[in-house]
Nanobody, 124 residues
Framework: QAQLVESGGGSVQVGGSLKLSCAAP????????MGWFRQAPGKEREGVAA???????LYANSVKGRFTISQDNYGNTLYLQMNSLKPEDTSMYYC??????????????????WGQGTQVTVSE
């Protein structure tokens, strides 16, 4: 299976915005659950946002209203628009895919393919 490649991370001040991209060549989004996860040092990897193969969307409570997940079906690219960033959003962000037609989940056990991650740092 082709790799997932994240980009768009960086350093931003509190209240700023970033847009992450995940290139997913070879992944037909209508057949995959796609998600964004993050992991801070010493913490568990947590689900941030997911979009099902049917286009349904789920957000973690911590990012609801601030983050938006979307996908470009033709370009095979997954996005995460992050607004109103907070210091607690500082993490390595990962793109992930799981071959599920109906499921919408933020549990990492449903995802079998992972990118290498892109770092997001939010400072005061």
């Amino acid at each position: 299976q082709a790799q997932l490649v994240e980009s768009g991370g960086g350093s931003v001040q509190v209240g700023g915005s970033l847009k992450l991209s995940c290139a997913a060549p070879g992944y037909t989004f209508s057949r995959y659950l796609m998600g964004w996860f993050r992991q801070a040092p010493g913490k568990e990897r947590e689900g941030v946002a997911a979009i099902s193969a049917k286009g349904k969307i789920l957000y973690a409570n911590s990012v609801k209203g601030r983050f938006t997940i979307s996908q470009d079906n033709y370009g095979n690219t997954l996005y995460l628009q992050m607004n109103s960033l907070k210091p607690e959003d500082t993490s390595m962000y990962y793109c992930a895919a799981g071959q599920w037609n109906e499921i919408l989940q933020l549990s990492k056990s449903y995802y079998s393919h992972w990118g290498q991650g892109t770092q997001v740092t939010v400072s005061e």
